[in-house]
């Protein structure tokens, strides 16, 4: 990028690797350009070794493993002679932390059920 300053008028005519000219105020504090690094996360990872490198560095979340292909010690969802959860997924409000595995706190569903008219039908 080339810069032309005029003092007089107190303009700086800049002239954009593109071939555009552009007036701005010799006041103004700006940075014109490129971010660098610009699209460094647009090429594919590749290789396993490069996508371990890359979390190592942020945090723990990589490779993440399913509960259904740990032991039996390890996780709810565990352990068996195929990998399937056996029993649903959903763990209730009251569920200890180590019990929280799945859907949390699944809204109910179906046909909303009165209270004092399940209490009434018990009671004939």
Excluded at 16 to 42: D, H
Excluded at 55 to 63: I, L
Excluded at 104 to 118: D, L, M, S, T, V
Aim: hydrophobic share 30%; net charge positive.
């Amino acid at each position: 990028m080339i810069t032309y300053i005029c003092v007089l008028i107190g303009l700086c005519r800049n002239k954009l690797p593109s071939g555009a000219k552009k007036n701005l105020s010799s006041e103004c504090r700006a940075m014109i350009g490129q971010v660098a690094g610009g699209g460094r996360t647009e090429k594919p990872l590749l290789k396993a070794g490069n996508t371990y490198h890359k979390f190592r560095v942020k945090r723990n979340s990589w490779p993440k493993v399913r509960g259904v292909a740990m032991n039996p010690v390890d996780h709810p969802h565990r352990g068996g002679n195929h990998q399937h959860v056996g029993h649903s997924t959903c763990v209730g409000r009251d569920s200890v932390p180590g019990q929280r595995a799945g859907l949390r706190y699944a809204r109910q569903a179906g046909r909303a059920k009165n209270k004092a008219f399940i209490i009434a039908c018990k009671s004939k």
